[in-house]
Nanobody, 116 residues
Framework: QVQLVESGGGLVQPGGSLRLSCEAS????????MGWYRQAPGKERALVAV???????NYASSVKGRFTISRDNALNTVYLQMNSLKSEDTAVYYC??????????WGQGTQVTVSS
């Protein structure tokens, strides 16, 4: 089992920045993928960004150039630096951990609201 604890959401004005963090604990092995997904009201949960244990990344086209995903393997923590935030970035952001058996674990979600 893997537990995920997220932090860093909140209210920010358009053009502002936020940093999300997610710490994993439990049965963690070296080969895994960590990432962030988001779900806006009335929409499906969608990929924002993922980072592999070897450091490779993948981003949704809507956030490329504005968001940066990173991880600290020693702390089992993944970060999402979000810059130039737009109103359409408003959503609940979920941390995801996928283990080497392709099993998914999810955080409880953190609200990000971009509004003036």
């Amino acid at each position: 089992q893997v537990q995920l604890v997220e932090s860093g959401g909140g209210l920010v004005q358009p053009g502002g920045s936020l940093r999300l963090s997610c710490e994993a604990s439990g049965s963690i092995f070296s080969m895994n993928v960590m990432g962030w997904y988001r779900q806006a009201p009335g929409k499906e949960r969608a990929l924002v960004a993922v980072i592999f244990s070897h450091g490779g990344t993948n981003y949704a086209s809507s956030v490329k150039g504005r968001f940066t995903i990173s991880r600290d393997n020693a702390l089992n923590t993944v970060y999402l630096q979000m810059n130039s935030l737009k109103s359409e970035d408003t959503a609940v952001y979920y941390c995801n951990f996928r283990d080497f058996n392709m099993r998914d674990y999810w955080g409880q979600g953190t609200q990000v609201t971009v509004s003036s």
